[in-house]
């Protein structure tokens, strides 16, 4: 259960002199250099013999598994199949249906043509992670592979922070001359709520110990408000240059550091610094990535054959952009055995080691909600009824880079990347508005508009940058998923494991005992290998991924040869537009590997 949050106290906060001398470069150049360095940290590792012995033993154990799965697909499949053939003759069709939870829209349940498509394409991908997977990472839990988790140095978090997912969180604040001073990451104002997510255990041993990022650009003073189990709350500040003995700008820590040669300020900052590297993550998975799955694509997913004919080119354009989607999301946020979540009191959850989020599965669910309804939503003017908020399309952190005369470039490289594929995307959807049946598209808006509550109001958004934002949106979902797996290296936590403890230090929050921090970080790397990353599937061989030349299927099903030529056309001019993108920000997040639907 969520706990109430008790009242914040200003005492204790540790002061930073204005005149720290210790900068902490944040040009592009430093922070791609850093966030490779941690991409480059490589897996931990215990006693390598003792672990390839444990894996040579137990290895019949994952093979097994592997060939149990495989042939609970196979009968999945077979199912599948029947039922389709089935409502074939009968002339009886499947349709996606959807739900609403708390004001937002989810995949009730997925068509009978759209489950046997992710049987037969997407469940082959995920065999090695729930079975050989997860036996190669006990085998190095079990032998110490866990213990070895590395304290970052500022500038590599720092980098983190700007070159993630959560990026999308930070709040900057700009000069009269609109150029930026500092930036706010407050967990507490994202979760607009009285209970914030920092203020709570989230099951035994998962906890959320920042509530707030505070960074002067100016002076590089970098501070992290921690609360611990009462509820106490006290700021961190970086240490400054006459305090600091081991930290610089540019180094990580050694394992094997001492409390003894550090000061205490750098003790405390320490300790804080490992919450935050477990804040990282949780938030990537359980925080950022929200919206880029539910309401918006599950209502087109769901609605586009309702009112799109197959042979249209907008029904040609939207179909590999929506393929598996109504599947995945409603995998996502399910209970299931092979599933993410878990429901309350799950004895499963014990056992099973992708199960590491930390809420039940309602919790998930409520906060995707919420969430979703925020990023999309705006309250009528008039009425005071929730309606769709055109300034999502795109949101706000795009348009604000898309203005020639910003001076936000450069600050935090992961919108700048995202911003540079939604601009080819409008692109995109500018040279094809041309080609697209307007009528259908207008039928299909308002269709999505009448039938989902939460997306009423869709028709009053730009044409050209609603289907923009939605074709970059599954773009958004994939690099997000990229750059998580990217950083799965020697600090992968999802949050805490421990609470705060104002006397304790860094290594309390990273290392651990066997059955605590070492057991957290070797679920928390399960969950990755089995849902954090795209695996092509042998059946499509990469005709689903984003840069392929086939993704369109040659855009046969548009009867009009002359039409089809001009569709060619305007997808190679894309097509060259991302391998652009690719080339320059394939250190971030690289677009050629993404797949061009929500499919994982």
């Known amino acids: 259960m969520l706990s109430s949050r008790t009242s914040m106290t200003s005492q204790s906060v540790l002061t930073t002199p204005s005149s720290s001398k210790l900068h902490l470069n944040v040009n592009l150049r430093a922070l791609k250099r850093r966030f490779k360095r941690v991409t480059e940290l490589g897996q931990p590792k215990g006693n390598i013999w003792k ?60 068509s009978n043509a759209d489950r046997l498509d992710f049987v037969l394409h997407r469940g082959p991908t995920y065999i090695y992670g729930h079975t050989i997977g997860a036996v190669k990472n006990f085998c190095k839990w079990a032998t110490g592979g866990f213990k070895e988790q590395v304290l970052l140095s500022d500038a590599e978090v720092l980098a983190l922070l700007m070159t993630t997912p959560v990026s999308r969180m930070w709040k900057v604040a700009c ?5 930026p001073v500092s930036m706010v990451l407050d967990m507490g104002d994202v979760t607009k709520g009285d209970v914030k997510a920092t203020d709570i255990s989230l099951g035994k041993g998962h906890y959320l110990c920042v509530e707030r990022i505070d960074f002067d650009i100016e002076t590089s003073d970098l501070s992290v408000t921690l609360v611990d189990s009462d509820g106490l709350a006290r700021v961190v500040h970086r240490p400054t240059e006459e305090t600091n003995t081991l930290l610089s700008a540019c180094s990580s820590y050694s394992s094997s550091v001492s409390s003894a040669d550090v000061s205490d300020e750098e003790r405390l900052w320490n300790m804080a610094k490992a919450h935050l590297q477990g804040l990282i993550m949780w938030s990537i998975v359980s925080w950022s990535h929200n919206w880029v799955h539910f309401n918006l694509l599950d209502s087109a997913a769901a609605l586009t054959p309702d009112v799109v004919p197959k042979r249209s080119v907008l029904r040609a354009l939207l179909t590999p952009h929506l393929r598996f989607t109504p599947t995945i999301n ?43 309804l925020q990023h999309y939503l ?47 995307m409008e692109v995109y959807a500018q040279n094809l508005w041309v080609v697209i049946e307007h009528d259908i598209f207008t039928q ?42 990217r950083i799965n290296t020697k600090w992968m936590m999802f949050g805490s494991a421990v609470p705060v403890d104002w006397d304790g230090e860094w290594q309390d929050v990273l290392k651990g005992s066997l059955f605590g921090t070492q057991l957290h970080a070797f ?38 040869e002359q039409t089809r030529c001009r569709l060619r056309a305007h997808h190679g001019t894309l097509l060259a537009s991302l391998h652009g993108i690719s ?18």
């Open 583 to 600: 080339k320059k920000w394939g250190w971030l997040s690289d677009v050629a590997g993404l797949p061009a639907s929500v499919s994982f």
């Open 444 to 485: 299909w808006v308002r269709h999505m508009a009448e039938e989902v509550k939460s997306v009423k109001g869709l028709s009053k958004v730009d044409p050209v940058k609603l289907l923009a934002t939605l074709l970059w949106t599954t773009v958004v979902h994939g690099a997000d998923h990229d750059v998580c797996g």
């Open 51 to 110: 672990e390839h012995i444990l894996f040579i033993m137990l290895a019949p154990l994952g093979l097994w598994l592997a060939a149990l799965l495989s042939l609970v697909l196979v009968v999945v499949s077979l199912g599948q199949s029947v039922e389709y053939l089935l409502r074939y003759v009968t002339m009886v069709s499947s349709r996606t249906t959807l739900r609403t939870y708390m004001g937002c829209t989810f995949t009730a349940l997925p």
């Open 523 to 560: 679920r928390s790397s399960t969950f990755i290998s089995c849902f954090g990353g795209y695996k092509n599937s042998w059946f499509t061989k990469g005709a689903d991924l984003l840069v392929s030349p086939g993704l369109y299927n040659d855009w046969n099903s548009v009867p009009c």
């Open 175 to 179: 000069n009269e001359e609109g150029r």
């Open 330 to 372: 409603t995998a996502g946020p399910a209970d299931g055995i092979l599933n993410p979540q878990h429901a309350e009191d799950d004895t499963l959850k014990k056992f099973l080691p992708w199960k590491v989020q930390g809420q039940t599965a309602q919790q998930f669910l409520a906060k995707v909600a919420e969430n979703c």
């Open 378 to 424: 705006k309250a009528d003017e008039t009425t005071g009824e929730k309606i769709v908020d055109p300034v999502a399309f795109p949101p706000e952190f795009v348009t604000d880079r898309l203005e020639p005369d910003n001076k936000l470039q450069g600050l935090l490289p992961y919108l700048d990347f995202l911003t540079e594929v939604y601009k080819a």
